[in-house]
């Protein structure tokens, strides 16, 4: 019987977009298990609580790999630390275009260098390649509309927590 071949998808998700989600429901389609590590820092306050962020993630899922995506939040600890932790031998990042790469490249280089652990960039979808959760986050704070950028439950969350008096 072959081992579980599990992925960690790390990031803020600070909010989750849909281009979070189409990496995501991709990777799922390539491992067994992906774990999403939610990476925050204590000492800074997001827009959205840890719980609230893993709670956005759970629920923007399609039922079709919700049972084989866990999201689990982490702080103070390397990336390749939570993959030892969890049992996985690759990360996943999505890549919106070449400012990704250049700077996720490093990373992965030196992630590979410190326990062996394997980077896929996953190309992200061309319609959500200009979408990221500080811009999103920027044109809610404004009024903007970012329907269709962000799961219908970040978009009426955003609004609420954004909304300008």
């Known amino acids: 019987m072959s081992a579980t071949r599990r992925a960690v998808c790390p990031g803020s998700f600070d909010p989750i977009t849909m281009g979070h989600v189409d990496v995501l429901?991709?990777?799922a389609?390539?491992?067994?298990?992906?774990?999403?590590?939610?990476?925050?820092?204590?000492a800074k306050s997001g827009t959205f609580t840890v719980e609230e962020r893993i709670g956005f993630i759970e629920s923007s899922l399609p039922e079709s790999v919700s049972a084989r995506v866990r999201v689990e939040a982490f702080a103070g600890r390397l990336l390749v630390d939570v993959c030892r932790d969890v049992g996985a031998e690759v990360i996943v990042k999505g890549l919106r275009g070449g400012t990704d790469f250049a700077y996720e490249l490093p990373m992965a280089l030196m992630n590979r260098h410190l326990t062996g652990v394997e980077?896929?960039?996953l190309p992200g979808a061309p319609e959500f390649e200009h979408v990221s959760s500080s811009l999103v986050?920027?044109?809610?704070?404004?009024?903007?509309?970012?329907?269709?950028l962000v799961p219908d439950i970040v978009h009426a969350a955003l609004a609420e927590r954004l909304a300008t008096p």
Request: net charge negative; no cysteine.
């Open 29 to 42: 389609a390539l491992y067994d298990e992906v774990v999403v590590a939610v990476l925050h820092n204590p």
């Open 119 to 121: 980077t896929v960039f």
């Open 25 to 27: 429901v991709r990777a």
């Open 137 to 148: 986050k920027e044109v809610a704070r404004f009024g903007g509309d970012v329907a269709g």
